[in-house]
C-alpha cells in the first residue's frame, strides 16, 4: 500500500497570506495524485487532479506540483473561506488518502 | 447539474451487512464514461477509500476491505449501491458517494452510519 504523508498536520496562516502544503508518498505515483479540501461539516471538493491541473471553477490561486514521491499544493494569498483541512489521494496504485492537514487562522 | 445524495439505515447491528444507496441525477449512469465510488470518513479521522464501480459494471476495492465489499449499479434506476457485511463497530462512519475515480469532482453530502447493538 503506497502511504500518503501530508506535512505540516497543522499549517496557521494568516488572511492574504501563502500557504504552502506538502504531500509526500512512499513509493512513486507518477501524476496521479488529487488534492482535495474539506470545511467542516461539507463533503470533501476536489482542487487539483492529475497533480497540476485545477477542476473546474477552482480559483487560480490554489496551484499544484510536483510528481514522484514529492507534491506540493500552494494557495497563494489566503481568503476566509479557505480555511479548512486539505488530502491528497493518490489512485497509481488502488487508492489512498494521506492524513490531512489543516489550515487555520493565525 | 449533477447531484448525488446517499441514503440508507442510519444505524447497522454488529455482524450485519450495512447497505447503502447513492442516487445520481443530472446525468445517466448509464450513458457511460464514469466511475461511481464509495468513500468513508470515521469520526474525527481522515478519508478512507471503499472503492468504484464503472458504469459497465466493472469494480476495484479497498484491499483491506475486499472480502466484505461489494458494490454494484441499477442503470434502470440511476443509483449505484455499497454492501459491507460483517460490520463491527470500527466501520461507524460518515459514507460519502462521489463521481469519478480519480479527481472525484462530484461529491454527495454524505451518510452517517453508526454500529451497535
Known amino acids: 500500500e503506497i502511504v500518503l504523508t501530508q506535512s505540516p498536520a497543522t499549517l496557521s496562516v494568516s488572511p492574504g497570506e501563502r500557504a504552502t502544503l506538502s504531500c509526500r508518498a512512499s513509493?512513486?505515483?507518477?501524476?496521479?495524485l488529487d488534492w482535495y479540501q474539506q470545511r467542516p461539516g461539507q463533503a470533501p471538493r476536489l482542487l487539483i487532479y492529475?497533480?497540476?491541473t485545477r477542476a473546474t471553477g477552482i480559483p487560480a490561486r490554489f496551484s499544484g506540483s510536483g510528481s514522484g514521491t514529492e507534491f506540493t499544493l500552494t494557495i497563494s494569498s489566503l481568503q476566509s473561506e479557505d480555511f479548512a483541512v486539505y488530502y491528497c489521494?493518490?489512485?497509481?496504485?488502488?487508492?489512498?488518502f494521506g492524513p490531512g492537514t489543516k489550515v487555520d487562522i493565525k | 447539474q449533477v447531484q448525488l445524495k446517499e441514503s440508507g439505515p442510519g444505524l447497522v447491528k454488529p455482524s450485519q451487512t450495512l447497505s447503502l444507496t447513492c442516487t445520481v441525477s443530472?446525468?445517466?449512469?448509464?450513458?457511460?464514461?464514469?466511475?461511481w465510488t464509495w468513500i468513508r470518513q470515521r469520526p474525527g479521522k481522515g478519508l478512507e477509500w471503499i472503492g468504484y464501480?464503472?458504469?459497465?459494471?466493472?469494480?476495484s476495492y479497498n484491499p483491506s476491505l475486499k472480502s466484505r465489499v461489494t458494490i454494484s449499479v441499477d442503470t434502470s434506476k440511476n443509483q449505484f449501491s455499497l454492501n459491507l457485511s460483517s460490520v463491527t463497530a470500527a466501520d461507524t462512519a460518515l459514507y460519502f458517494c462521489?463521481?469519478?475515480?480519480?479527481?472525484?469532482?462530484?461529491w454527495g453530502q454524505g451518510t452517517t452510519v453508526t454500529v451497535s447493538s
Open positions: 462521489a463521481k469519478g475515480a480519480r479527481g472525484m469532482d462530484v
Open positions: 443530472g446525468v445517466s449512469i448509464g450513458s457511460g464514461g464514469y466511475y
Open positions: 464501480i464503472f458504469y459497465s459494471g466493472p469494480t
Open positions: 513509493q512513486s505515483v507518477g501524476n496521479f
Open positions: 492529475g497533480a497540476s
Open positions: 489521494h493518490q489512485y497509481n496504485d488502488w487508492q489512498t
